[in-house]
């Protein structure tokens, strides 16, 4: 089946460190796209990338860093100049017309 | 610009009985919009999308919503709720960027509990 596996589920950080949460789909989508979730506030673009090796900014950018060296990958580090990780994170892609697939998401807690 | 209200973060209703959230939105072009759902700790799974076509837009598990530009709304409903609706929904509205990809733009979510 195609779809978008985000690993791991659930990933703890300590202060300081940086995480990279994996994001990898089958689904021969061109655009992929990071964003994070916190409570009452929806979905906000971290980044998002159209084709390889080529990633945009999105709205709340700062302290993550991207990667799409393959098609099928695109993994999201947030680095320790993130000042408020902890968050629910959703990758997903597209196709044309409108096509969007969302993975399951990664819970980052921070310790 | 674009943005999208949602004017519930919680509604309650009873298992049997209509589900209505409230969606409007602001867009300089004419948009597309969408509705997914996410329940706990999973991702996020489209409802239904209106993309300039039908201003009535049938989605799944008996979801529907009506485009009405002169209000700039984009209404969910469902006649008879389901336990398992229970969910959270997000409005969304869709903008081009360049090349292929299109950005999302998401509502702050409605907290859907049904009781029973």
């Known amino acids: 089946d195609g779809g978008i596996t985000q690993s791991p589920k659930y990933l703890f950080r300590k202060e300081g460190q940086n995480v990279t949460l994996s994001c990898e789909q089958n689904?021969?989508?061109?655009?992929m796209y990071w964003y994070r979730q916190d409570p009452g506030q929806g979905l906000r673009l971290i980044y998002y990338?159209?084709?390889?090796?080529?990633?945009q900014k999105g709205d709340i950018a700062e302290g993550y860093s991207v990667s799409r060296e393959k098609k099928e990958s695109f993994p999201l580090t947030v680095t320790s100049a993130q000042k408020n990780p902890t968050a629910f994170y959703l990758c997903?892609?597209?196709?044309?017309?409108?096509?969007?697939?969302f993975g399951s998401g990664t819970r980052l807690t921070v310790v | 610009a674009q943005s999208v209200t949602q004017l519930d973060s919680h509604v309650s209703v009873s298992e049997g009985t209509p589900v209505l959230l409230r969606c409007n939105y602001s867009s300089s072009y004419s948009p597309s919009l969408f509705w997914y759902v996410q329940h706990p700790n999973k991702g996020l799974q489209l409802l239904l999308k209106?993309?300039?076509?039908?201003?009535l837009v049938k989605g799944i598990n008996g979801f529907e919503a009506e485009f009405k530009k002169s209000e700039t709304s984009f209404h969910l409903t469902k006649p008879s709720a389901h336990m398992s609706d229970a969910a959270e929904y997000f409005c969304v509205v869709s903008r081009k960027t360049s090349g292929s990809a299109r950005q999302l733009t998401f509502g702050p979510g409605t907290q859907l509990t049904v009781l029973p």
């Open positions: 689904l021969n989508h061109d655009a």
């Open positions: 990338s159209q084709i390889v090796n080529d990633f």
């Open positions: 997903a892609s597209s196709a044309p017309p409108y096509g969007y697939t």
């Open positions: 209106y993309t300039s076509a039908a201003t």
